[in-house]
């Protein structure tokens, strides 16, 4: 999951290198829309079976939240 963000912003940062703004606004959209929602799921997943919220709240900020 990370791998693939990171892939993803690198590829985007070549994109702008070369000039090229449609594809580079187009792989960030394809690459952190996905980030978000899955975050947004599993905050909602972690809000009915979590006792440590900050913390788990923290981890989706980071988005380390499938990971946890």
């Keep these: 999951?990370?791998?693939e963000t990171v892939t993803a912003l690198?590829?985007?940062?070549?994109?702008?290198a070369?000039?090229?703004r449609m594809w580079?606004?187009?792989t960030l959209l394809?690459?952190?829309l996905p980030c978000a929602?899955?975050?947004l799921?599993?905050?909602f997943v972690h809000r009915d079976v979590s006792?440590?919220?900050p913390l788990v709240l923290l981890l989706h900020l980071l988005q380390l939240g499938p990971l946890v």
Aim: aromatic share 14%; glycine share 8%; proline share 0%.
């Design 10 to 16: 690198c590829l985007s940062g070549a994109y702008r």
């Design 24 to 26: 580079q606004w187009l």
């Design 51 to 53: 006792r440590d919220r």
């Design 1 to 3: 999951f990370a791998a």
């Design 37 to 39: 929602l899955v975050q």
């Design 30 to 32: 394809f690459a952190l």
């Design 18 to 20: 070369a000039g090229d």
């Design 41 to 43: 799921s599993l905050v």
